[in-house]
């Protein structure tokens, strides 16, 4: 009996998807459980798996269409697994009955006739068999479990063999990165899109994935549906320093990760927050929707465009787990593997473009939050200190916030708040 792979439902939030790419062509034989098609949504990528066993008769929207959810993806024939394609019938056949022949200008595996039954013993010094629909699944599914989505689909729109590219992931996994540092190359062929035109005047269209359209729409969103406004301050970071020096060994050899500056921004906005909800709300029609509970989310650069996992009931967390968590939303982010629950909510958001080297910026909110904290680079500057000149490491951080529901006089001393608990960090404990 028939059965339909449909868009399945990810998250109320997500209404449609794009075909990043098929893992069964028409005609393969399935079975239950087997992933199909790759989705990519405008906040993860997921895999649809076969609802039954057959045969895929019908793909109803080729890689890179957009597709809404519950829409018909293809179909599976319960009735005709029995019947194997062509190709893959011919090839059984040819396995079992006949000793295989190299292919030829007018030969292959799958037309070649059967010839007489190999002697025993034959089987090992018989040539390799060409590649066939069979083969070419079993190809496929090794790609997919040495390499990650994302890397997949970088390969696909750079026509990159993956079988060439090694990996840097766990137990040698290609990630994009590695697809990335192949497509750099030089020698790397030019995409299919690419135009060459009088010397060095190339030209390339690149259609934006689902992540980065939605992202440039919600940018737009936030700038032309918020009152925006950034106040600015700096931080003498040498209290977080010192503590992070004096304490990063026997922390990471406790907890297993390292010490890091965002567990203490998280706290320090925790405190803030708590002096001064209305940074820690969101306006719902003519209403402000205070929120007592402090889910954090925290940008994180990835190849398909920027995410932001959520810390959830981060005032409840040690500064231990912040870090652990952190580094695993970072890890996932980098993998591909992201959940829709990472990525849901959030009450507040921190964003650091230092660790890419931004002296200064201006965040934009993230909706339907109305307040985000931007950090940035560390740098020594000389700064006066009791009457004297010193050399200090000092950090400039943006509060942007929605001067609907904030206002300026709230947002500046919330930076000043957090200033004051950074440069003094036994002050969080008493928070």
Known sequence: MPANVVVPEVGESIVDARVAKWLKKEGDVVKVGDPLVELETDKIDLEVAAPQGGVLTKIAHGDGSDVKVGEV??????AASGKAPAGQAAESAGAKTAEPAPPGPQTSAAASPAAPAPKAGAREAAPAAPPGPQSETRQSETDRKRATPAARNAAQQNAVDLKLVAGSGDAGRVMRRDVEAVVSKPA?????????????????????SK??????????????TAAMLTTFNEIDMSAVMGVRERHKQAFKERHGVGLGLTSFFVKASIGALREFPRINAEIQGDEMVLKHYYDIGIAVGAAEGLVVPVLRDADRLSFAQVEQKVRGFAKAAEDGTLSLADLRGGTFTITNGGVFGSLMSTPILN?????????????????????????????????????????????????VRVKQLVEDPGAMLIE
Not at 188 to 208: A, H, K, Y
Not at 372 to 382: E, F, N, S, V, W
Request: hydrophobic share 40%; glycine share 8%; charged share 30%.
């Open 73 to 78: 993806l293809g179909v599976i024939d319960e």
């Open 211 to 224: 992540r980065r359209a939605t992202i440039a729409r919600r940018l737009v969103e936030a700038q032309s």
């Open 367 to 415: 909706p339907p939050q109305v307040g985000i904290l931007g950090l940035h680079a560390i740098k020594d500057r000389p700064m006066a200190i009791d009457g004297q000149v010193a050399i200090r490491p000092m950090m400039y951080v943006a509060l942007t916030y929605d001067h609907r529901i904030v206002d300026g006089a709230e947002a500046v001393q919330f930076l």
């Open 188 to 208: 790397t062929p030019l995409r299919e899109d690419r135009r060459q035109g009088e010397g060095d005047r190339t030209e390339e269209r690149v259609r934006m």
